[in-house]
């Protein structure tokens, strides 16, 4: 599984903002990979096709633009 730059670098500001870490990229790719296997083990092919745009949950599914 390959993540692309975009991907990694999202990852790791995700990653900054929830436990205020600084990843490499090399510690992104291999948290990220971890990430995406366990979600995938829990949901096996019934992944839902979502995503989310650059929006985010506020309450009762309703999304806000960053």
Do not use: H
């Amino acid at each position: 599984m390959v993540l692309n730059t975009e991907a990694i670098e999202e990852f790791k500001r995700l990653y900054f903002n929830q436990y205020g870490i600084n990843l490499t990229n090399e510690q992104a790719v291999e948290y990220g990979t971890r990430l995406i296997r366990m979600v995938k083990a829990v949901y096996g092919d019934n992944l839902p096709n979502t995503r989310f745009d650059n929006k985010m949950k506020v309450n009762n599914n309703i999304y806000v633009s960053k």
